[in-house]
């Protein structure tokens, strides 16, 4: 039988929402095979059978194991959390096997490639939250930027989210103003009305890295940014964990702040860019009731510009190196996205 000339995508952490998405997007293309890795290769192997995968069990903190499960990809997509302490060991080994990476979580700082390129962030936020505001035209007197919403954390997307710790992930109450960010200028915004958020909601400032790049490469005057949540009960949590010193210890109580916000006002997920000109305003309005499988769709769509060589060797991060509006259109057809307006 002849070798399949299709290229090899290796799906770390597939048996989750997001890499099992990932992987059925990619395998409904036709144009890759694919290899499904996770812990217990036992919960791989109905899904495998259904895309025609190769299943195999991989620790992802074991280097040997993990090496193997990188030879002969030409794609790394690494799903496995929590992936700000994961990527690091996934993005070498795949380097070294000589494949590409993909990673909807990982915050790396740049260092060379070769001529492989290593995509970071093809999540909800970062990531879509970043690359949305760019369909909008640059040069805005004032952008402000809302996302979030209700929605479950696993054990592994909250132990991110609690190592997403400021300021390296971002500037808590600053804005962007003229160049640079402005501290302790803004305040929690405790029961606003949004466009495309379901009643009132508790908005918190929060500045990300992503933002930043966002203002600077846009040219926009002023930018405001803020994390949406139903009420405070989750934003509470979060910063008494990141005070304790210790987050991590604090798992549990993000799972259930985020579950309790479940409960009283089901899961939906919004992102809202909101630009003001001297000739009036624009807006673009992503809303999902699925954040784990759209970011397993937008995923796919950036390894598949990784095959089609339309991703620069290097770290990128998704928001940054994919084309926004190519993205959006491919990305409002897939289930996972309710409604996406620009």
């Known amino acids: 039988m002849a070798e399949d000339p299709r290229p090899l995508v290796a799906v770390l952490g597939a048996s989750g929402a997001t890499g099992r998405t990932a992987a059925q997007r990619l395998a409904a293309t036709g144009r890759v095979r694919l290899r499904l890795g996770a812990r217990d290769a036992g919960a791989l192997a109905a899904p495998a059978a259904v895309l025609g995968a190769e299943a195999v069990g991989v620790d992802a903190g074991d280097a040997e194991a993990l090496a193997g499960f990188c030879a002969g990809a030409d794609v790394v997509v690494q799903c496995a959390g929590p992936s700000l302490r994961l990527t690091p060991a996934v993005v070498r080994a795949a380097l070294a096997a000589g494949a590409h990476v993909v990673d909807p979580a990982g915050d790396l700082d740049p260092f060379p490639t070769g001529d492989r390129s290593v995509v970071l962030g093809t999540g909800v936020v970062p990531g879509l939250s970043g690359l949305l505001p760019r369909l909008l035209p640059p040069g805005a007197r004032r952008l402000d930027l809302y996302a979030g919403g209700a929605d479950r ?13 400021p300021p390296r992930y971002g500037l808590p109450r600053a804005l962007w103003r003229d160049g640079g960010p ?3 200028a803004l305040t929690v ?8 958020f379901d009643g009132p909601v508790h908005a918190v400032p929060l500045l990300t890295a992503e933002a930043q790049r966002l203002a600077a490469d846009t040219g926009a005057a002023q930018l405001r940014s803020y994390s949406v949540f139903p009420g405070p009960g989750l934003p509470d949590t979060l ?4 005070a304790s010193g210790d987050p991590l210890a604090h798992v549990d109580a993000v799972i259930a702040a985020a579950d309790a916000d479940v409960a009283t006002h089901g899961v939906a ?9 001297a000739d009036g305003a624009r ?11 759209l970011t397993g769709a937008f995923t796919a769509l950036a390894v598949t510009d990784v095959l089609a060589g339309r991703v620069a060797p290097g770290v990128g991060r998704a928001a940054e190196v994919l084309d926004p509006a190519t993205t959006a259109a491919r990305l409002s057809a ?3 996205v309710d409604e996406l307006r620009y």
Do not use: K, M, N
């Not at 915004?189 to 495309?196: E, K, N, Y």
């Open 153 to 165: 954390l696993t054990p592994a997307a909250a132990a991110d989210v609690l190592l997403s710790v």
């Open 182 to 184: 402005v501290e302790a």
């Open 189 to 196: 915004q405790p029961a606003v009305t949004l466009p495309g």
């Open 239 to 242: 910063a008494l964990a990141w």
């Open 269 to 277: 997920i919004t992102l809202l860019a909101s630009a003001r000109y």
């Open 283 to 293: 807006r673009t309005l992503l809303r999902s009731t699925d954040s784990l499988a």
């Open 334 to 336: 897939d289930p996972s």
